[in-house]
């Protein structure tokens, strides 16, 4: 079992930054990729972006490209989401995602990821 605990999001206003950060303390935590993804009351959970084991490849939707910078300190058991720029739309509930295995072409896949965290709304609203 992987528990990830997610944290940092809050009420910002537009073109404010914001990082959230994701703690997997029980595990081996270089094993595993990890993602964000998000999701609006209503509408599906959306992928975010992801970053492969090593840290040495991410992705990221194209809604958020130049605004977000996904990262992981493998030392610490710890991923995280560097928000810049945030704009309305970014408003949801951000989950962080940790799985083993993943391919390259999948990593952008929710099917993918296996352990999921309990979320962290980020609101923007001036």
């Known amino acids: 079992q992987v528990q990830l605990i997610e944290s940092g999001g809050g009420l910002v206003q537009p073109g404010a930054s914001l990082r959230l950060s994701c703690a997997a303390p029980?595990?081996?935590?270089?094993?595993?990729?990890m993602a964000w993804f998000r999701q609006v009351a209503g509408q599906e959970r959306e992928f975010v972006a992801a970053i492969r084991e090593s840290g040495g490849t991410t992705r990221y939707a194209d809604s958020v490209k130049g605004r977000f910078t996904i990262s992981r300190d493998n030392t610490k058991n710890t991923a995280y989401l560097q928000m810049n720029n945030l704009k309305p739309e970014d408003t949801a509930v951000y989950f962080c995602?940790?799985?083993?295995?993943?391919?390259?072409?999948?990593?952008?896949?929710?099917?993918?990821?296996?352990?999921w965290g309990q979320g962290t709304q980020v609101t923007v609203s001036s």
């Open positions: 995602a940790a799985g083993s295995g993943i391919i390259l072409s999948s990593l952008t896949r929710r099917e993918a990821y296996g352990y």
């Open positions: 029980d595990v081996t935590f270089r094993r595993y990729a």
